[in-house]
């Protein structure tokens, strides 16, 4: 029973259980434990940037060829733009045959009636209208990089992070000494993750207790079917979609769940898809990926493969159109799509992100009412955590297809890690050394 207790999936399943308990039983206090979980994602947080210095540089660093990083980078920014692609079309195509929005139009009226909640989602469409796409783009590059660690901005990391290890790559030997100590350094960065992860169920407790304590149950009832809709959705989208993707390359979703299935427990928990960002790139090393793949193409899919979000997106706007009866032609579909392709990429790092593309998305449409988005308010957070899982179960199976299609795929350890035997030395990823197999005792 010890031995149970001390396997990870159970601690946070337990915690999860526990969370919903108090949060349905104590709402108010429920409500109250936001600041654990806060605190849980800011530890996870504090990590991401080091992490994704340290690999990608040592991953690029260990390349051999320029070209080759140009290739991987390429591959990935494409694959990311047709499978988002395909999340939008299957989102519109699945809202407009189950109709989610119709029969809630009283509700819908309501909503707008209500100046509290109107108020609420004002804050969104404000910061919505102040979106510049253009500055997103042109954001990438920092004007400062200490400024772009301490901010923990991704993309500026992950940019600074390819330039470093190209630059370290083309010095060939008189770099080893500095790449040997990068290499310490990211075992030491696992070592802290390794530590930071103990507390991973008090995190997804307080996470799921808030949620439950401020939006009630009761919250789900008029808007269940819009819900029923994105969930299926995305069902259908990763046992169809990336089930097919994967067989395509000779792997099998259900195996590659399975041994993320601790991410994908803690992302649940915590409603953030940050908090599994690190230990993700672990995993993908320890399944058979490479570590400049994982490094690279994981970071970036953060914010350009965002599929559990596009369909998110996609489905919300069309259920808002079906519930303030506004007809949208197959035209203005079509065009919807296309902006949402450009508005999901700025769904990654920014606090109440869904809303604000949303907004912004319904603003480029002038179709739809932006405050319209009020409607959502009392559902978002319950569905917040089925679009970052699928993110991350997405964002996974990139790196999975990048690497075998780079040839940067270990089948040994691919075996050795479905077997849940620790992997040898001669073939472990340097940073993973630091952390065994979770659910696993250190050997």
Not at 68 to 82: D, H, M, P, S, T
Not at 125 to 150: K, R, Y
Not at 158 to 186: E, I, W
Not at 383 to 398: D, L, Q
């Amino acid at each position: 029973m010890k031995r149970l207790f001390s396997n990870l999936t159970v601690q946070v399943l337990t915690a999860i259980a526990l969370g919903v308990l108090v949060g349905g039983l104590f709402p108010a206090f429920g409500a109250a434990l936001k600041p654990v979980a806060d605190t849980f994602i800011s530890l996870i947080k504090m990590l991401i940037a080091p992490i994704i210095f340290l690999t990608v540089v040592l991953g690029i660093a260990g390349m051999g060829s320029l070209k080759k990083v140009g290739r991987v980078g390429g591959k990935a920014l494409l694959y990311f733009e047709i499978v988002t692609t395909l999340a939008l079309g299957l989102g519109v195509v699945v809202a407009n045959l189950s109709q989610p929005g119709a029969g809630v139009q009283a509700t819908a009226q309501a909503v707008l009636r209500d100046s509290k909640q109107t108020a609420e989602a004002a804050k969104f469409t404000s910061q919505a209208g102040e979106m510049n796409w253009v500055e997103f783009f042109t954001h990438i590059v920092p004007d400062n990089v200490v400024g772009a660690f301490a901010k923990g901005d991704i993309l500026q990391v992950l940019l600074f992070s390819v330039l470093f290890g190209l630059a370290l790559n083309r010095m060939g030997d008189y770099a080893q000494p500095l790449v040997k100590t990068f290499d310490r350094l990211s075992h030491a960065m696992f070592g802290v993750l390794a530590l930071v992860m103990k507390l991973a169920p008090i995190g997804a407790f307080g996470g799921m207790a808030f949620t439950i304590g401020k939006y009630g149950i009761a919250t789900l009832l008029p808007l269940g079917k819009l819900m029923l809709v994105v969930y299926a959705t995305m069902f259908l989208f990763i046992f169809g979609v990336l089930n097919l993707i994967l067989r395509a390359y000779k792997l099998r979703l259900g195996p590659y769940l399975s041994f993320i299935k601790e991410e994908i427990l803690l992302v649940l928990g915590t409603s953030s898809s940050e908090s599994a960002l690190p230990r993700m790139i672990d995993k993908l090393e320890r399944y058979g990926c490479s570590r400049s793949v994982a490094g690279l193409v994981i970071p970036t899919g953060y914010s350009f493969n965002l599929d559990g979000t596009s369909i998110y997106l996609s489905i919300s706007v069309i259920f808002l159109a079906q519930a303030f009866n506004v007809p949208l032609s197959l035209t203005q579909q079509l065009t919807l799509i296309a902006i949402l392709v450009v508005t999901s990429k700025g769904a990654a790092g920014v606090t109440g992100s869904g809303f604000i593309v949303l907004a912004s998305t319904l603003a480029a449409t002038k179709a739809i009412p932006v405050e319209s988005v009020a409607l959502l308010l009392g559902v978002d957070r319950f569905m917040s955590e089925a679009r970052a899982i699928t993110n991350v179960i997405s964002n996974g199976v990139a790196t999975l297809v990048i690497a075998k299609s780079e040839g940067e795929f270990d089948e040994a350890r691919h075996q050795l890690a479905l077997q849940g035997h620790s992997v040898p030395e001669s073939k472990q990823p340097a940073p993973a050394a630091a952390l065994p197999l979770v659910g696993q005792e250190r050997s």
